[in-house]
């Protein structure tokens, strides 16, 4: 088929693509992907997730995932990516985070080499079957964005996307860029994301207002889109997510996955997997 891209068929045994949208940086949308991958995973005992972090400039997804120093390891079918869940080999990790010689080491590249290296991510990693793969993109919508889509046209019928917002008028504002670019390049939109909607209480669990909330509803509603929720700050989350030398895989018990044992406890987890209901019944489709 003269159409294939060596992404697209790389690709062929991906069942569903979620590209994850952000108007602006600061609202949390590497987060929204790292929840999106774990609640998919625990969504099914056999479910098969891999999440691929484009955000070259700021890689973040291997430290919430506990992967940091973890290095990718070549075979003779292309890239072998980092498991996050061990042996079980059911959440499959890419980032070039994992190519840095120092985690701290800057990414200073033109178009061209993004470009490039993006190509690599989607055509040289033995991604293998998946039923969901979760690209964790930078803000905004440029090099990277237009790169995923042109190298991945020909698997246009399994892409979507999931636009994060917080509720301020000003990442309201870029949501709204995000959204205008999805309409543009033909891109479907499973729903929109309010994050950091309110504060929960470390103390008692209680979600207060401390913030505006509500805007992105708002925004999803005049736009007639799919709100899939909103999610207050939660401390235990950042705390977790940021605690990535206490998530590693424990090498005596290679079934072991602590980040998703503690992550199932944290109210997040609770909102997130009602998210991921909606998100795959869409998908699923009528």
């Excluded at 080499?113 to 998946?130: A, C, H, P, T, Y």
């Excluded at 505006?212 to 989350?237: C, H, I, N, W, Y």
């Excluded at 997040?268 to 998100?279: D, G, M, N, P």
């Amino acid at each position: 088929m003269s159409s294939e891209t060596p992404a697209s068929r790389r690709l062929q045994s991906v069942k569903h693509i979620i590209i994850v949208l952000a108007g602006k940086g600061g609202v949390g949308k590497s987060s929204v992907s790292t929840q999106l991958a774990l609640n998919l995973y625990r969504s099914s005992p056999t479910a098969r997730v891999g999440i691929l972090d484009v955000d070259l400039t700021g890689p973040s997804i291997p430290r919430m995932l506990g992967l940091d120093g973890h290095g990718v390891h070549q075979s003779s079918d292309g890239w072998v990516p980092v498991y996050a869940d061990g042996s079980e080999a059911r959440l499959a990790c890419m980032s070039v985070g994992f190519l840095l010689k120092n985690k701290g080491d800057s990414v200073v590249w033109r178009g061209p080499k993004k470009n490039g290296m993006i190509r690599q991510f989607l055509s040289d990693v033995r991604w293998g079957e998946l039923d969901y793969l979760v690209i964790d993109t930078p803000p905004g919508t440029s090099d990277e964005h237009l790169s995923l889509l042109e190298h991945m046209a020909p698997l246009h019928a399994r892409l979507s996307s999931v636009i994060v917002t917080t509720p301020q008028a000003v990442a309201l504002m870029d949501a709204m860029k995000c959204l205008s670019f999805t309409r543009a390049v033909n891109l479907p939109v499973l729903g929109l994301i309010e994050n950091m909607s309110g504060y929960v209480c470390p103390c008692c669990g209680e979600v207060s207002n401390v913030f505006s909330t509500g805007g992105g509803e708002a925004m999803a509603k005049r736009e007639e889109l799919t709100f899939l929720g909103g999610l207050p700050v939660d401390t235990e989350l950042v705390t977790l997510l940021d605690a990535s030398d206490a998530n590693t895989i424990d090498s005596t018990d290679n079934n072991a996955f602590p980040l998703l044992q503690k992550y199932s406890a944290t109210p997040s987890a609770k909102l997130f997997e009602k998210i991921v209901q909606r998100i795959t019944t869409s998908l699923q489709g009528p």
